[in-house]
Antibody
Framework: EVQLVESGGGLVQPGGSLRLSCSASGFTFSSYSMQWLRQAPGKGLEWVSAISSTGTYINYADSARGRFTISRDNSGNTLYLQMSSLGPDDTAVYYC?????????WGQGTLVTVSS | DIVMTQSPDSLAVSLGERATINCKSSQTLLYSSNNKNYLAWYQQKPGQRPKLLIYWASTRESGVPDRFSGIGSGTDFTLTISSLQAEDVAVYYCQQYYGTPYTFGRGTKLEIK
């Protein structure tokens, strides 16, 4: 069974940093591209970043470029999102998603709240 | 960026009736080399993570009831629920995965009339 479990969310002050993790199991992690998506409270879905199976190719949304860094550890079956210079607009549930190339499996999400 | 325009924003349909949701992209999602439309539909029930319903515009994901169907090509797509059930109350999103950023429609909230 495919499982994606995010962690690392929480309350952070404006300008702060946070590192999200996504532990993957039930499939060959190193064979799949992965993405982070987010959903602000009561709002729609927003694509944040994508990384290819080997980590060679990386893309970011304009809202994330220069502040967020996506990475992966294929030996540990883990996806990461390092976020810095966080602002109130970054408050959202962040989802780890397997790509096939559509979003076929989603984690349960981790809530990031940016507030003083 | 490819803009995805969904309509309507909300929809109320009686149980057993048909529900239709439209999605229009600002540029073609049909990749000529493989003749595939890079369009997916997702369902998000209250308090839950999104769930994949349809990919390649018309291929139903395993386990998705056959009352859900997708049609369309190029820039115009439709998700149809042929006979609405109570468990179909949700927000539905279309998404293009033709090119980054992989944009979503704003969502259509489906309710029971």
């Amino acid at each position: 069974e495919v499982q994606l479990v995010e962690s690392g969310g929480g309350l952070v002050q404006p300008g702060g940093s946070l590192r999200l993790s996504c532990s993957a199991s039930g499939f060959t992690f190193s064979s799949y591209s992965m993405q982070w998506l987010r959903q602000a409270p009561g709002k729609g879905l927003e694509w944040v970043s994508a990384i290819s199976s080997t980590g060679t190719y990386i893309n970011y949304a304009d809202s994330a470029r220069g502040r967020f860094t996506i990475s992966r550890d294929n030996s540990g079956n883990t996806l990461y999102l390092q976020m810095s210079s966080l602002g109130p607009d970054d408050t959202a549930v962040y989802y780890c998603v397997r790509v096939g190339p559509y979003c076929d499996y989603w984690g349960q999400g981790t809530l990031v709240t940016v507030s003083s | 960026d490819i803009v995805m325009t969904q309509s309507p924003d909300s929809l109320a349909v009686s149980l057993g009736e048909r529900a239709t949701i439209n999605c229009k992209s600002s540029q073609t999602l049909l990749y000529s080399s493989n003749n595939k439309n890079y369009l997916a539909w997702y369902q998000q029930k209250p308090g839950q993570r999104p769930k994949l319903l349809i990919y390649w515009a018309s291929t139903r994901e395993s386990g998705v009831p056959d009352r859900f169907s997708g049609i369309g090509s190029g820039t115009d797509f439709t998700l149809t629920i042929s006979s609405l059930q109570a468990e179909d109350v949700a927000v539905y999103y279309c998404q293009q995965y033709y090119g980054t950023p992989y944009t979503f429609g704003r969502g259509t909230k489906l309710e029971i009339k």
